[in-house]
């Protein structure tokens, strides 16, 4: 690990230990912030739109979702989320929309390297050889010559061969930064205690409702930067008529959506939130100028069901 990643890891650490506040004045566009997670003291607030990753890469904290958005709907909303802000952009083979996606990027005029873009390979892909081919025809659909990074979508199948096929990849300077995606905790320490490279990032479902708190000390601990995918649980559980959440969010004037998202941020996670309406898109970007207390974060933490609310993707 480098000075800089091994500052950034210990005031992550001293940030969650503190509870630490962040207020917003970095542009979310452009990856020429730098990562200030941490405080020595709760009076002292601390800015960033950015994490950075084990390797050094700098990734937005807040991205958009992609998962059924397929076709021209797809392509138009993710014109549309870059148009408003959004610089990450999350996809998988098997969302079946690389190349809508890829169309929205190209659709958005945007500078290639502006972007944050995120593949994962399929588990029917699983394997060295499988993995190459996937990787290259993510690729082509996007319409991109790199990605950003590059998950192993679940812990099924041949990970290792995977994994050896994503870091010659990675040497290669086609993918910025390796991960996964649904590991449980025990899945990373084996593939980590076999590898050459550690993942970069973990994606996980994590949202009020389901909070993994034991994943999420562990990948603080490891250094695997938590990424939570369904960050509203897709309104399951009532997420958007939350009473809990709506009497926070009254306080600042936020709603349900912005809540899950700022208790997301002030705990370091990166979100990609899904939406087809702009007007939401908007909405869901607009989570820096506010900030919830400790003892609301407290309560938030006590939404937590402790359960998937995605039985049927078990
Ligand atoms: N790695 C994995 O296994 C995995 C699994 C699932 C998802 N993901 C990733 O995570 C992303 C997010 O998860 P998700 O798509 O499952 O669900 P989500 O982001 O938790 O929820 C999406 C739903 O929330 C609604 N919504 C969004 N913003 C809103 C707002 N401000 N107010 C009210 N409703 C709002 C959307 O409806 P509208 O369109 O009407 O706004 C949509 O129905 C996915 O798109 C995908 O990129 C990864």
Known sequence: MNNKNQIDRITRRKFL?????????????????SKIFGAANDSVDTTSKYVTLNN??????????????????????????I????????TATIYNNEDAVGAGIKLSGIDRKE????SKVWVDDSGYEKTKVAFET???????????LYLIHRPRGDVKGSWKAME???KENKIRAIGVSNFEPNHLIELISDSEIRPAVNQIEAHAYFQQPVDYEYLNQSNVQMQAWSPFAQGRNGHFTDQTLAEIGKKHNKTNAQVSLRWHYQRGIVTIPRTSQKAHMIENLDIFDFEINESDMNTISKLDLNTTQFPEWE
């Open 17 to 33: 230990q503190t509870g630490a506040t962040f207020a917003a004045s970095a542009m979310l566009t452009g990856f020429g912030a």
């Open 56 to 81: 050094g890469i700098i990734m937005p904290i807040l991205g958009f979702g992609t998962l059924y958005l397929t076709g021209s709907v797809g392509e138009k909303c993710v014109s549309d989320a």
């Open 83 to 90: 148009s408003v802000g959004y610089r990450l952009i999350d």
């Open 115 to 118: 972007l944050f873009v995120t």
């Open 138 to 148: 993510s690729l082509e659909k996007l319409g991109l010559d790199y990605l950003d």
């Open 168 to 170: 010659e990849l990675y």
